[in-house]
């Protein structure tokens, strides 16, 4: 098998995000292959914040007792799991992590792919430790849906905190896969006591593209792109960020039951039941509230740029037509 490393496109910098005249040729791409690399998206001082607020929470083994923390694909999850480490909400523990300039970025560029309506779903941490970090399995995101959020239209916003690579584990998607169904999952190697999920039905790997990017530098996918990621061989961690953003009301008509989802509760879901038992109710409760209230905010701080930017037009449109006459 030929492996193909896509060369993502030259958007210098932010610039797509300042101009939406070469949006069309990046959209395209992600709607014929289901994934697109944006290099150089974050900021170096927002990657240092994010990088270095992660890897304390990662190292404090918070969430674990609230079943935030879990280890991917080692059946015994436990504190010192470290095959694939990941942090499910980080923003809970660190807020800061959306008050970034760079979640400002994703979340305007969410809008622009999915709609105005889209807003923030989901984020979480991954960590390939160094030298022996496994591989994340093969799966689609919406493999792992059920209920309410099935068949919503999402990306996922992939950074790399430091660089990603083929040899310590950056993403790899199979091309046009999100145009297919819903493939056939099981827990990974089939062990039911594992959380993440494996892709069993067959690919093309000639299909494959590894995705290698910069510190800072994101790729997208969305709900139905398989992917995975190889193991880390070399002798730093990988670590990423990954922020899910979705579109409301865009659920699926008519609900369908993953026999793979049919399970007895992982360790990570019994240790969260026990710690909401035991008091965790009152906290996830004031966190929907803050979430809400940032949700707000930025809904605010949208409106006012907009208006802005339609008074600016209109000033330089007026400015324009007076030169005219
Ligand atoms: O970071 C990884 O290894 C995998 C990330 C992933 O599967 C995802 O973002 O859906």
């Known amino acids: 098998m030929d492996m193909v490393t896509q060369h993502a496109p030259d958007l210098g910098g932010n610039a797509f995000i300042g101009s939406p005249s070469r949006f069309p040729e990046y959209l395209s791409s992600l709607e014929r292959n289901g994934f697109l690399c944006v290099p150089d998206f974050a900021s170096p001082a927002d990657v240092q914040v994010i990088n270095a607020t992660l890897h304390k929470l990662l190292r404090d083994g918070t969430g674990f007792r609230e079943g935030a923390r879990r280890d991917l694909v080692d059946p015994n999850d436990s504190l010192g799991s470290d095959s694939l480490t ?14 970034t300039r760079y979640f400002a970025d994703a979340l305007r560029l ?84 594992v959380h993440g999920l494996e892709c069993i039905d067959a690919f093309n790997p000639d299909d494959i593209v590894y995705c290698p990017v910069e510190a800072g530098g994101i790729v997208i996918h969305s709900g139905r792109t398989l992917h995975g990621a190889g193991p880390n061989q070399t002798s730093h961690a990988r670590l990423a960020y990954i922020v899910v953003f979705a579109a409301p009301g865009t659920v699926a008509h008519v609900p369908r039951e993953f026999s793979w989802l049919q399970r007895p509760a992982e360790a990570a879901s019994q240790r969260r039941r026990q710690w909401l038992m035991r008091g965790g109710v ?5 966190r929907k509230v803050r ?7 930025n809904g605010f701080a949208q409106h006012l ?21």
């Open 305 to 325: 740029r907009q208006a802005l930017m339609r008074r600016i037009r209109e000033r330089l449109g007026a400015r324009d037509s007076s030169k005219v006459r």
């Open 110 to 193: 969410a809008r622009t792919i999915l709609g105005p309506e889209a807003e923030f779903a989901f984020d979480h941490a991954i960590l390939k430790p160094a030298l022996h970090g496994a591989q994340t399995p093969w799966h689609q995101d919406e493999a792992y849906q059920s209920g309410p959020e099935q068949g919503r239209r999402q990306i996922a916003v992939w950074m790399a905190t430091s660089a990603a690579t083929v040899e310590n584990g950056c993403m790899r998607y199979v091309a046009g896969s999100h145009l297919g169904e819903v493939l056939a999952h099981r827990p990974y190697q089939g062990d039911e006591r």
């Open 282 to 286: 009152l906290i996830e409760f004031a």
């Open 291 to 297: 979430r809400s209230r940032q949700r707000a905010t």
């Open 86 to 99: 990941e942090l499910v909400l980080p923003h809970n523990y660190a807020p800061e992590l959306h008050q």
